[in-house]
């Protein structure tokens, strides 16, 4: 906590705690073991979005690919919208490896690195346009999971003032 000034009755007056600056914050974070874990895999869950919203569509206006064909990339952003409707599934059901929140992690991810694969080999020319719209959909499918299973497990690991503000 802030001591600020003195007061009319010569008392310190309390104010917010300082924020801490990103050097202090990446200290703390990789100080403890459940936050870098959580990092970790936080970051990890946000590549295949950049593979998804940025890398697919320029790749496929290099190819020049139709843009009218690319804008229906968009629509592989759809499972990052709707991931609220298996949410629920994910949170019931488990695979039988590693419980429910580190199972549904490593599943997602092992289907993650099989669909990049899939992906790299559909790069040779000719360039199949309805597989790489379906591997980019069934990326972003696995990936919403992954994040799914990954808030989860944050909130299940972290303390309570572990949490963000």
């Not at 974070?29 to 890398?55: K, Q």
């Not at 949170?91 to 099989?114: C, E």
Request: aromatic residues 6%.
């Amino acid at each position: 906590m802030t001591v600020l000034p003195a007061s009319q009755d010569g008392s310190p007056e309390l104010g917010p705690p300082a924020r801490p600056t990103v050097l202090q914050s990446l200290r703390l974070t990789l100080g403890n073991p459940r936050l870098t874990a959580v990092a970790l895999l936080a970051f990890s869950s946000s590549l295949p979005l950049g593979l998804v919203w940025l890398a697919i569509p320029a790749w496929m206006a290099r190819l020049g690919v139709d843009i009218r064909v690319i804008g229906l990339f968009g629509l592989a952003q759809l499972p990052w919208t709707v991931k609220f409707l298996w949410s629920p599934l994910i949170d019931r059901f488990g695979p039988p490896v590693l419980g429910r929140r580190r199972g549904w992690i490593l599943v997602s991810q092992l289907t993650l690195i099989a669909l990049g694969l899939a992906l790299a080999q559909s790069a040779a020319p000719p360039v199949a346009v309805t597989l790489v719209g379906a591997l980019a959909l069934a990326t972003a499918f696995a990936s919403a999971t992954q994040d799914i299973a990954i808030d989860a497990y944050a909130v299940e690991v972290l303390e309570r003032d572990e949490h963000a503000p």
